[in-house]
């Protein structure tokens, strides 16, 4: 299991939200709470991320038959 700190969270949804991502859709200041949303331009990069991941998997498992 991957454990983030508070801080490293809100640094990349910060990030995220910067390079337009997500985008912020509410505020709960009672709760301290953010909802977030996945923008078009965060979906084409997920898509993007998924086929180079899947990429690499049949490289390596091309490798690994070797």
Do not use: C, H, W
């Not at 996945?38 to 899947?54: A, D, P, Q, S, V």
């Amino acid at each position: 299991m991957v454990e983030l700190a508070p801080g490293t969270l809100y640094g990349v949804l910060k990030k995220l939200e910067k390079q337009s991502y997500i985008v912020t859709l509410k505020e709960e200041a009672m709760r301290n709470k953010k909802t977030y949303a996945i923008t078009e331009n965060g979906i084409k990069i997920l898509e993007l991320e998924y086929l180079r991941y899947k990429n690499l998997i049949e490289f390596s498992k091309m490798v690994i038959k070797d």
